[in-house]
């Protein structure tokens, strides 16, 4: 089944066409990696601030397929799927003129229309104007929450790479009622992808090698994110500790959480916890730190849309690690997803094929 907003009036052999804007940034490069080899879709368009080449970046044949246009030119090209790999007041800029002009479904990167319940003027730094558009968005984390194929849904909201990561490892523990709510420390790590292209001091290579530099402590966006979709999800508040530190490396994201658990309930429980949730998800590993160390691993993550759950029980005391790859299953990969979902598509669908970068 198609999506209804573009493929209602189209024949069963259309296949739906896609536009990048922002693909000269981090994300937008992963998202052309990911759809030049998508068989479900034809990629037609990037966009970006500034004048770019993809033969740059990829020596894929099928980019000569491709066209590339300044970003001012996005209204004037038409397709089914456009994808905002841009900052979030960009995105919240053009998201409701594509969606009023060409009918089509947008994928937004950034966390232009992800909080409901919270204040983008404190979290992000700017009074957002389009509630309608935010209330209509469709919050994609799956397996969690997926956009369903067929709804008329227009826009939906990619979720943020450390939310992806520290919601994975969460939610199942709370769904099943294992553990303290008020006992849960985050400390998640990112490479430096994560903080985009824009050339800052803090990203400096002489400023991030050989440190680990913790950052945004208490004012990081994607916490009032977490926090109101783990309520949303599991039906329990939580208020809990959370670091964010910058790795001596170009991507991954691995998120350290700590529990208590509660009285009786063991590594077993953990284990069959994690079962009901995941076992029958593709892109998903989990299992025993112990018994399974290089699931704590970036280098076995990096590069593909996996997500990998370790962790340990020592008493009451849970260690949980969530690894992703910050650029893939955090932003580009997680968008593909969203889309397949849209379509009725296989979730793995032009992802399973990726592998890891070590």
């Not at 080449?53 to 246009?69: A, G, R, T």
């Not at 008020?182 to 490479?191: C, H, P």
């Amino acid at each position: 089944m198609m999506h209804k907003n573009v493929s209602q009036n189209l024949d069963k052999k259309h296949v739906p066409t896609v536009s990048i804007v922002g693909a000269r940034g981090y994300s937008g490069l992963e998202l052309v990696r990911i759809l030049l080899n998508h068989s479900g879709v034809e990629l037609k368009y990037c966009f970006a601030t500034e004048a770019f080449s993809l033969e740059n970046y990829f020596s894929n044949p099928k980019i000569n397929s491709v066209q590339c246009y300044a970003q001012s030119e996005i209204l004037n090209y038409k397709t089914d799927i456009v994808f905002l790999a841009t900052p979030a007041e960009v995105s919240l800029h053009l998201a409701p003129q594509l969606i009023e002009k060409h009918k089509c479904l947008v994928i937004d990167v950034s966390g232009a229309f992800r909080l409901k319940n919270n204040s983008y003027s404190k979290w992000y730094g700017f009074d957002h104007d389009q509630t309608n558009l935010l209330s209509q968005a469709v919050y994609g984390l799956n397996p969690w929450a997926a956009p369903a194929a067929g709804n008329d849904h227009k826009l939906i909201a990619n979720p943020g790479c450390y939310a992806t990561s520290i919601m994975m490892g969460l939610l199942p523990l709370l769904k099943s009622d294992l553990i303290e709510t008020d006992s849960v420390v985050v400390d998640a790590k990112s490479g430096t992808t994560g903080g985009g292209k824009k050339p800052t001091e803090n990203l400096l290579f002489s400023e991030v090698d050989g440190e680990c530099l913790p950052y945004k402590i208490g004012q990081h966006q994607h916490y009032p994110e977490i926090q109101e979709y783990l309520e949303k999800f599991s039906g329990k508040k939580i208020d809990f500790h959370f670091s964010t530190s910058l790795l001596s490396a170009r991507r991954g994201i691995i998120s350290s959480i700590f529990a208590k658990l509660k009285f009786g309930v063991t590594e077993a429980d953990v284990q069959k916890s994690f079962s009901i949730y995941y076992e029958n998800q593709p892109m998903i590993q989990f299992g025993s730190l112990k018994k399974r160390p290089q699931l704590a691993s970036l280098k076995k993550v990096v590069g593909t849309n996996n997500t990998h759950i370790s962790y340990t029980v020592d008493g009451q005391k849970l260690y949980v690690f969530s690894v992703i790859d910050n650029l893939v299953k955090g932003a580009a990969g997680q968008a593909v997803e969203n889309m397949n979902k849209s379509f009725d598509y296989p979730i793995d669908m032009g992802l399973s094929q990726l592998e890891a970068l070590q």
